[in-house]
């Protein structure tokens, strides 16, 4: 369920940032325009957190090997293919095989955005595969929406409401800023326990290398 940035902040002048200077006494559920930018800067670095955190949005890229090259960069760049990358999931295989970099000899990540294939890999599988990619929530504007699942919005609530508060100073606001952040830590960790399927990961070397020859 999409979420309008106006909604969002709607829910932060109800709940946590009611009478603090952020909202408008005079009308409920209106965050004032001078603290709009940034509600607007933490609800973007609220995003990136949960959505490194957790595997909620992925991409998928063809990958094209080229004749006697091992070493493929993935660009991050805006407007690019790998625009928003956290990791590489796997990689998948014209015969539908999966494989995890991590746990594949036959691939190795030299860095996050850098992934280095063997010579049997390439000639076995070649001429082309998918990568399948974790990626991160696109920053959002004031008139877009926030696009994760909802049982996560109060979580992105508390994520900013800490950070704001703690930003405000005081020993009071502090304590609260904390106490809200601690809150957003334990929502996820709660939520990292009810769905470990969803980011296990499975070890899938393939022995066939082996079985055909392949070192």
Request: no cysteine; hydrophobic share 35%; net charge negative.
């Amino acid at each position: 369920m999409l979420l309008t940035f106006t909604e969002f902040t709607s829910k932060l002048a109800y709940g946590q940032l009611k009478n603090t200077s952020a909202t408008d006494n005079s009308q409920d559920g209106l965050i004032l325009p001078e603290y709009e930018k940034q509600i607007l800067d933490l609800t973007n670095q609220g995003l990136i957190d949960i959505t490194t955190k957790k595997k909620l949005q992925e991409g998928i890229v063809a990958l094209t090997f080229v004749t006697n090259q091992n070493i493929y960069l993935l660009n991050t760049d805006p407007s690019e293919d790998y625009e928003n990358l956290v990791r590489v999931l796997e990689i998948v295989t014209s015969d539908g095989r999966h494989h995890t970099p991590k746990t594949n000899s036959n691939i190795t990540m030299v860095n996050r955005t850098t992934l280095r294939f063997s010579d049997s890999f390439i000639d076995f599988y070649g001429p082309a595969v998918d990568i399948h990619f974790q990626t991160y929530h696109p920053k959002i504007t004031t008139t877009d929406s926030i696009d994760i699942p909802v049982h996560l919005h109060e979580a992105l609530v508390l994520y900013v409401s800490g950070l704001y508060l703690s930003h405000m100073g005081g020993e009071e606001h502090t304590q609260k800023g904390d106490s809200y952040y601690g809150l957003y830590l334990q929502m996820l960790g709660v939520d990292d326990i009810q769905n470990l399927s969803g980011t296990s990961e499975v070890n899938d070397e393939d022995t066939r290398f082996f079985d055909r020859g392949f070192v």
